[in-house]
């Protein structure tokens, strides 16, 4: 007798999970060399910084964390999301927010996906808990207003399920301080008033909501980019795949596809190995889950699970440019074999001051309604020495480049 799997209405679908992701949301690193990571990922890679907190200086934290010389954490983006990209000290991260087990190599601060509604966040917060899915908090954190329920996975990887991260609009300011009496260290009770709501209360009261940081752009604009003058010759239009290096690929492929609602995209055996890529939406990987018997044979850094996180440029062109602005800027890159970037062209593996991998790449194979990848025999043959300066279209080049907001 076949078992009935209960199913949970999101939005009046029944879907699996009472929760649906919708994308990779943001991503981070805990590091310890804070002034170089700065440097690499707002200056060469481009994030703008969009809040800087000081966990030291936040209540009953001075004590705690009184032996870490720097207690800041950088909160960046690359489009109106107040945040694509986090990096916390190590220091700090270890004592408010350790890996739940692990082997003492998780670096990766979370990994944050956006579903479609509070609701999601809070009914995920049950489904997680009746199935004994380890819970870190549920709630909403200032800066980044998002609600949202964190969780771990079987190596310790923190995944966030959010609603509603607050948007930077043109003028780069981020809400002020004074608007943090709106977050939350426990589940919100439903329903909660709107931002629309939150901002016309902060006026009434007399707040100064346009006292927010503001980045400010430091670096002369000497590059054109398909029309527009900015700082470096590229720039990141889309953050994601994740690939993670796990201690058991099986296990996280379940927890992956019956916990979260991942999709399996593709396999790859990779010297004898099962390499497995999952997907949310139509892009074909937005997780890839690479056992940890590899990171040594691909001469990945021993001390993170992280194998790569990616970041699309907005065209070829820009591929190229990012590779050689970086290169002449010291960056190192590794080699990947291409069989093991499955539905990304050419893509190339820079490395951050801590030995993280970024994975810059600039066109990803769309999953259409059959849930099929593209056959292997019909991809782009890129396993050769020199990237050709022009491509010929395929049938979803640019398909994913839908980069909403002017490039800087
Ligand atoms: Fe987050």
Redo the contacts with the bound molecule.
Sequence with gaps: MAIQQERYSVGGVLMPQPFKIRRLG?FGFNVTKMEECVTFYKDLLGFKVSDILNFGAMPGMDEKLKGVPDTRGFFFRHNGDHHTF?LFNTGVTDTIMPPYGGEGDVTIN?I?WQTGSLAEVVNGSHYFREREVPIMRVGR?MP?S?W?VYVYDPDGHIN?L?YGIEQVGWNALSKPTEMYYRGFREEPGLPQMSEQAELEEAIRDGIDVNSGYRYAETLPPEYEVEGVMLPRPFKITRIGPVNLFVKNVEESVAYYTDSLGFRITEEVTYEGQRVVFLRNGTEHHSLGLFPKVLRESLGMSSHTTCHSFGVEVGSYQQLRNAVSFLEERGVTFKDIPHELHPGIDYAAYATDPEGHCIQLYYYMEQIGWDGKPKPRELRRPTGVEAWPESLEPMSDTYADQTFQGPLG
Excluded: A, P
Aim: net charge negative.
């Design positions: 943001h986090v979370q944050t954190d980044g998002n949202h966030e959010y």
